[in-house]
C-alpha cells in the first residue's frame, strides 16, 4: 500500500477517486509543525538554530499519519508546489524520521500544479527529491518573521504601542498611513473646463472640448478661475454660434486581452468586479483548486502550458468562430522578478464543459477565472477613432472631439476588465465629417473642477502597489489585508477603501522613528530578493540570515532604552496635523497643551496637566480606542476572525470555539493566529458526523445484535437491546457479550 500525504481534507478525496486501490490519501491540514513559541526558539548565537514543536491540535492528525504509515509500503510527500507548500514536506518528513518510521520505506516529493488524474498520476511517476533551497527560503522567512515578533512586540506591548509589528504587514499599514498624510496634506487646485455642445446638420448633439483660444493652447490647468472662464465666453460670443471642421483624423485602433490571472491579480480583479476580500477571494480558489476545476492558486506566473493553450484556442474556434482565434498563441511575459511560486498562471483545468454544482462565491470566482483565461487567447478587439478640430467662425477658439466606434468585439466578445468598461463608457460616435463642413455650437457649457486627493488604498489597488514595489509573494497578500484589519491598524468604509485607526497611526509613527529600516519599502523589497535567491540556491541561509538580523538587532537595542515620555513627543510630532490640523492643540478646559496618551485600551487624546486636568477626547469619531474597561474587554471576547465559507473563530463565556452560524464547536487548543479554515471545517464536520455503528455479533442471551460506536457523548461505546456500555476501543464478541449482560444484571 502507497501512502500519499497532502494538505487538505478535500483534497484527499479527490486525489484518492484518481488514484483508487492500493492508495491511501490523507491530509496533514495545512502545517503540521512551528517554533516553540517562546524566546531563544531561533537561536542567533548558535547559527540561527531553530526549536520546533508540533502545532497545538495537530498531535490527532500526526497520529492517523503515523498509524497509517506502518501499513504502507513507500511514502509520497505531495504539499502544495510552493515555498510553504515544501516547508510542510520538509516537516512531515523530520518528524518521521525522528519516530524512526521510516525503515525500509521509500519517501517520495510529489508536486502538481493542476488535481486532475493526469497531472496527479504524472507527478507520482516523476517524484524528486525535497528541494533544500525552498525549505532554506521558508527558515529564512519564519525566522525572520520570528525575531522581529520576540524582538519588537515586547516593547509594544510594555509601551501600549500596538498588538505586534510585522514585517510585510508593518509595510502596508505604513502605506495607508503615509496615503492618508498625503490626503490631508492634499490643498485642492480651482480650473476649469469648456466644452461645447455641437450639431452637423440634424445630426446628433456631440461634446468638443476647448483646446485652442485667441492662439493660446488650452491644457488641463489652463483655465484657473471664473474670470479667466467670463472672458473666454465673452470673446466667443453667444450661441448660436457658427464654425467649420478644420481638420479631421482618422484611423484604426486595437486593444490587446489582458494576461491570464496571478494571484494578484486574481485577487485585485475579484475586489473590483465581486467586491471580495482577499482572504474570500482566496477560500473560494482553494476551494475550487481542490476539486480539480483550477491549477494552483498561489502563483506570481503568468504563462500557461501549450496543452492547455491548445484546448483555449480549439474551443475559441468552435464556440465564437476562426476570426476569433489568433494566427498564433498569445505569450505572455511574466512581471515578476521571480516567480518562483509556480509555473503557470491560474486558469481552470478544462475548458468545454462549464463547472458545474457551483454556487455562491466559488460559482462567481469560477466565471471570473474561465472568462480571463478564454478571452487571454483571443484576438484584439478592434475600434475606428476619429478625431475632429472645430474652430469657431470668429478664429476665437478651437473645440476638439473624438469619437470612437468598436468594430470587433474580439476578446471583449468574452470579457472586459475595469479599464475596458471605463472606455467603453467613454465611447461616443460622431457624425459623418469632413474638413470645411459647417458645425453649429448651440450651448458653451464651463465646468468647475478642483484637483483631487490620492485616493485611498482598496484591498486591490494596496495588493497592487506591493506587488509593483516587490514586497510580499502569492502566498501572503490575503494574510496582509486580514491581519492589518484584524489587528485594528486598518478598518474599512462602505466603499472598502481603508482608512489607518488611531493604533495604525501611533504604530507607523513609532516604527518609522526606530524601526526605520523595517517600514521602508526598499528595505523590504530587497529582503523578499534574498528570500528569492536563497530558494534560487544563490544565497545561503546562515548569510541572508545574519545579513538582515545584524542591523534589526541594533535597532531592537537602541529602542530599548527609548524613555517612553520621548516616543510619545515623537508620535506627537508625526501625528500633530492628523490631530489637530488647523484647529491649534490648546486644551478647552485649562489652557495647557493637548497631545496623544497611550493606554492598555488605545490612544486617545489628553491634557499636559494631567491628572490636574482630566480633559479627554477620541481620535476620531469612528475610533473606539478611549472606552472603558469594562466595554474593551466585552470587544475582545466578542471580536471574530472571519476564515470564510461564512465560518468565524470566536472567544466566548466557555473559551474559543468555530461557528458556522448553525453549529457551534470548541476549539480550546486554538487561538485567532494557529486557527484556520480548514481546522475549522474539520472541527464542524467532526462534530456533524453522525459515527456508523460497527457491528460486533449477535447476543446469544438476548439475541440482538451488539453494536460498537465510535463516537458518542461521552466517548466511544458499545450497545445492544437499549443496554449501553462505555469502552476505549472495539472489543472483540466475547468481551462484548460480557459487558453487556453485566451491565443488564446490574
Known sequence: MNLLIVESPSKAKTIEKYLGAGWRVIASVGHVRDLVPENGSVDTENNFKMKWQIMPGKEKQIKLITDE????????????????????????????KAKKLLKDKKVYRVAFHEITKKAVQSAIENPREIDTNLVDAYLVRRALDYLIGFGISPLLWRRN?????????????????????????FKPVEYWGVNAQCKKDKEQIFNAGLVKFNGQKIEKMTVENKSMVDDILNKIGTPEIGASVINIERKKTQRKPAAPFTTSTLQQEAARKLYFASKRTMSAAQHLYEQGLITYMRTDATNLNADAVAEIRGFIAREY?????????????????????????????HFDAPAKNLS?????????????????????????????????????AVFHAVGTTRTFDGFMKVYTEDKDDDEDKKDAKLPPMNVGDKIAISEIIPEQHFTQAPPRYTEASLVKKLEELGIGRPSTYATIMSTIVDRAYVEQDKQRRFHPTSGG??????????????VDVNFTAKTEDTLDDVSNGKQDKITALKNFWGPTDAMIDGARGIKTSEIIDEINEFMHHHLFGDAGDTCPECGAKLGIKLSKFGPFIGCAKYPDCKYTKQLNK???????????????KNDAVELGDGIEFRVGKFGPYVTDGAKNVAAKQYNRETITLEIARELLAN?????????????????????????GRYGAYISSNRVNVSVKEQPDLETAIKLINNKAKK
Open 622 to 636: 469612528n475610533d473606539n480606542s478611549a472606552q472603558t474597561t469594562e466595554s474593551a474587554v466585552q470587544t475582545s
Open 321 to 349: 468562430g476562426e476570426k476569433f482565434v489568433p494566427s498564433a498563441p498569445i505569450v505572455y511575459a511574466t512581471k515578476s522578478k521571480n516567480a518562483q511560486e509556480a509555473h503557470e498562471a491560474i486558469r481552470p483545468t
Open 360 to 396: 455562491g462565491d466559488e460559482a462567481k470566482l469560477y466565471d471570473l477565472i474561465w472568462k480571463r483565461t478564454i478571452a487571454c487567447q483571443m484576438t484584439n478587439a478592434e475600434f475606428d477613432s476619429v478625431a475632429a478640430d472645430i474652430e469657431t467662425d470668429n478664429q476665437v
Open 69 to 96: 504509515l506502518k501499513k504502507a509500503d513507500a511514502v509520497y510527500l505531495a504539499s502544495d508546489p510552493d515555498r510553504e507548500g515544501e516547508a510542510i514536506a520538509w516537516h512531515l518528513l523530520d518528524i518521521l
Open 161 to 185: 504601542l500596538g498588538k505586534s509589528a510585522g514585517r510585510v504587514q508593518s509595510v502596508a499599514v505604513k502605506l495607508v498611513v503615509d496615503r492618508e498624510k498625503e490626503i490631508e496634506a
Open 505 to 518: 497611526w501611533v504604530i507607523a509613527s513609532y516604527l518609522n522613528k526606530y524601526f526605520t529600516d523595517l
Open 687 to 711: 462534530a456533524n458526523k453522525k459515527a456508523e455503528p460497527i457491528k460486533i455479533g449477535e447476543n446469544p442471551t438476548t439475541k440482538k445484535i451488539i453494536y460498537f460506536y465510535p463516537t
